[in-house]
Every structure is written in structure tokens, then in C-alpha cells.
Nanobody, 126 residues
Framework: QVQLVESGGGLVQAGGSLRLTCAASGRTWSGAAMAMGWFRQAPGKEREFVAGISWSSGSAYYVDSVKGRFTISRDNAKNMVYLQMNSLKPEDTAVYYC?????????????????WGQGTQVTVSS
């Protein structure tokens, strides 16, 4: 079993930056094939894939709307994954969730992920 806890959300003005952190823990966290992802859900919207990373290779993937602005990274030793968000826009306002799945693939479908954090609110003002 894996537990995920997000932190780092907050209120920021358009053009600003935030860094989200996801801490992973649990007895089954062994460094085996696994992928991590960030999803977000805005009011009235479906939860959507934002970015993902293969734990072993570090290969990263992004939704088109955040390419060039967001960077996902991981610290294997600490079992942490980060989402650096720059040039934030009001459209980025959402609850951001960390997710994890067994396997090295990084799908964009939320149903492919096995574990979820509680979410952290990101609000970008105009």
C-alpha cells in the first residue's frame, strides 16, 4: 500500500510560481516499476492529467496546456515528486492531486492510477 500527501498549494498572482510536492510512503514502496502523475480538477470540470513521470527512467510527459511552464521531477532517494509551476494563469486554478501506479508507463487516464493523494488547492488570481 502506498500513501501520497501533497503540499505546496496556495494563492498566487498570474505570472507567479508555485512548487507542489508529493511525498510517497508505505511498505510496498520498493522502487519497482512505478509511475507518478499530477492531475487537477477545477470546479465543474473533470479531473485531468497535467504531468507524469516514470520513476525509474525519469521520462516526463505533459498536457499541452502546461508545456514550457510546468516541470515534473522526482527524488528517488526521498520518494518525492515535484511539480514546478511557472507563469501561472488563472486557468490553472484547481485542486491538484498526486497519483501513482504500478508499472513504468505514464498514461493520462485517471483510471490507470492506483493511489491518490488528498489534493492541494492552487488558486491563481488575475
Amino acid at each position: 500500500q502506498v500513501q501520497l500527501v501533497e503540499s505546496g498549494g496556495g494563492l498566487v498572482q498570474a505570472g507567479g510560481s508555485l512548487r507542489l510536492t508529493c511525498a510517497a510512503s508505505g511498505r510496498t514502496w520498493s522502487g519497482a516499476a512505478m509511475a507518478m502523475g499530477w492531475f487537477r480538477q477545477a470546479p465543474g470540470k473533470e479531473r485531468e492529467f497535467v504531468a507524469g513521470i516514470s520513476w525509474s527512467s525519469g521520462s516526463a510527459y505533459y498536457v499541452d496546456s502546461v508545456k514550457g511552464r510546468f516541470t515534473i521531477s522526482r527524488d528517488n532517494a526521498k520518494n518525492m515528486v515535484y511539480l514546478q509551476m511557472n507563469s501561472l494563469k488563472p486557468e490553472d486554478t484547481a485542486v491538484y492531486y498526486c497519483a501513482a501506479r504500478h508499472g513504468s508507463g505514464v498514461p493520462a487516464l485517471r483510471s490507470s492510477y492506483d493511489y491518490w493523494g488528498q489534493g492541494t488547492q492552487v488558486t491563481v488570481s488575475s
